[in-house]
């Protein structure tokens, strides 16, 4: 019994410590890429500085090295979807899922997209899929919470 507290215990302790990475990096599998790709690490930095016209080549030229990088595909869909390319935003997150299906970015970034297109299940399938992924809550899951709540209100006032 000692011992299967000890495991439990030790289990507990290392998902709290790896639970900021495994966000920051999208569920995982992302970060020897940002490590290692200067493009990916410009894209990023274009991308918190809403410059997605500027990073959607940087990102490109990481897919076409990378094809398994689901956090680039991510990027990809997020940079279409602030530029209202609907199409490709649905195309580069269908992606980013299939490489990665429990993706945080992904999950919240396609079920706010979901929403814009008044597609309150599928958003809200996108929020049970983070809810799993995020053992101890993560900032994916609220967000995308608050962004369902939001459109509800909204939908209700109208």
Do not use: W
């Not at 289990?11 to 900021?20: C, E, F, H, N, S």
């Not at 490109?60 to 390319?85: I, M, Q, T, W």
């Not at 945080?104 to 049970?128: F, H």
């Amino acid at each position: 019994m000692a011992t299967r507290l000890r495991i439990v215990g030790l289990l507990i302790v290392g998902l709290a410590a790896a639970g900021p990475a495994l966000a920051a990096g999208g569920g995982g599998g992302g970060s020897a890429v940002k490590a290692a790709d200067p493009n990916f690490t410009k894209a990023q930095a274009l991308v918190e500085a809403e410059s997605y016209a500027e990073a959607i080549p940087l990102l490109e030229k990481v897919v076409a090295a990378r094809p398994d990088s689901a956090d680039a595909f991510n990027y990809l869909g997020y940079s279409h979807r602030k530029l209202g390319d609907v199409d490709a935003a649905l195309q580069y997150y269908a992606r980013a899922l299939e490489l990665q299906p429990s993706h945080l970015g992904a999950n919240e970034y396609l079920g706010e997209l979901y929403l814009e297109l008044d597609e309150l299940s599928k958003a809200e399938e996108r929020l049970t899929v983070l809810d799993k992924a995020c053992f101890f809550g993560c900032e994916e899951y609220t967000e995308l919470k608050a962004a369902i709540e939001d459109y509800r209100k909204r939908a209700g006032a109208s």
